[in-house]
């Protein structure tokens, strides 16, 4: 992967910044400059971990996505309680009736993911207990804690959120998180300059994958839910696959 894929998928999500800007009430501006700052931080040091250091032959860049996760806990370190709970960084969650209505929602569109991969994906592969062991931790820790977390928390404190669902308010921020995702994992500049641009991985991964996931992640109101989910779904895919 090419060091400018972030800066792509930055541009890419700038016709959505500026529709958000003009369509919300207007926090603190400046939030954005550390959205930026801990958005390429993140994807610079997986991508050149992957490149430049050893992978101890082991097929998944488990060392990129540590680190990945010592950025975003030292920057949950520097917040304070409050904010700590904004971010979902907490054991407390929402009502019962609220958690109920974001697992159940979560549960349907993993029901239709399920039917849909075990259609569609290429079976028949080999047991790997890396993969697994993988898919089971890694995405879920780091990318819920970036996507549904840090990043859901400080787009809403620059594009103030004034929508509300079953007691549950909503705004632009789960909007550009929810595409961020998908489009994070669908386009890429490989490192010998070629650009691939993969819409139905990103249509498919926003409208299914992130968007469940946010469910789950606001009406559950922490991030332990959509860990758990992320890394349901991740392990779903392995096994699938190897049916």
Do not use: C
Request: glycine letters at 6%; zero cysteines.
């Amino acid at each position: 992967m090419s060091l400018l894929t972030p800066l792509i998928w930055l541009l890419i999500m700038f016709p959505i910044f500026i529709i958000a800007f003009f369509n919300s009430k207007k926090g603190n501006l400046k939030f954005l400059l550390l959205f930026i700052v801990l958005f390429l931080a993140d994807n610079y040091i997986q991508i050149l971990t992957k490149q430049y250091l050893p992978d101890f032959g082991l097929k998944f860049s488990w060392l990129g996505k540590l680190l990945s996760l010592a950025i975003s806990l030292s920057a949950i370190y520097f917040v304070n309680k409050n904010d700590r709970k904004e971010i979902g960084f907490t054991t407390s969650t929402n009502s019962k009736k609220q958690i109920k209505f974001g697992v159940l929602v979560f549960l349907g569109f993993l029901t239709f993911d399920f039917i849909f991969k075990f259609v569609l994906f290429p079976k028949g592969g080999e047991f790997d207990l890396e993969t697994f062991a993988f898919q089971a931790t890694m995405p879920g820790l780091t990318e819920e804690i970036l996507f549904r977390g840090i990043y859901l928390w400080i787009f809403d404190k620059v594009f103030l959120p004034n929508w509300n669902y079953k007691g549950i308010t909503f705004g632009w921020s789960f909007v550009i998180v929810t595409l961020l995702f998908g489009v994070a994992h669908g386009a890429v500049l490989t490192s010998d300059y070629q650009f691939k641009f993969d819409i139905i991985t990103i249509v498919y991964l926003t409208l299914i994958s992130s968007l469940s996931l946010g469910i789950l992640r606001k009406f559950s109101g922490n991030l332990i839910y959509s860990i758990v989910g992320h890394n349901v779904i991740n392990v779903m895919n392995a096994i699938i696959r190897i049916l």
